[in-house]
């Protein structure tokens, strides 16, 4: 393309109308969509400590396991 037609392109361009709803609709949507993954990051709070029951059995019967200690060092 020459300059000349992408100055008349960019000035067609240009005139182009951008509505409210497009800029602030995707704000919207945004803030639902984070709203949403929030709910469910709440959701999963202090999930570790339903179960104390059977976490403590857990270290009782690994006892040894969990003292040689396994993972990175």
Known sequence: ??????????????????GLFDNVGFGIIALVIFLALGLVTISFR?????????????????????QAGHGHH
Do not use: C, D, I, P
């Open 1 to 18: 393309m020459t300059f000349a037609t992408t100055a008349v392109l960019a000035a067609a361009e240009g005139e182009h109308h951008v």
């Open 46 to 66: 202090n999930v570790a400590n339903r179960h104390s029951q059977k976490a403590e059995a857990y270290a009782k019967s690994h006892a040894a396991e969990l």
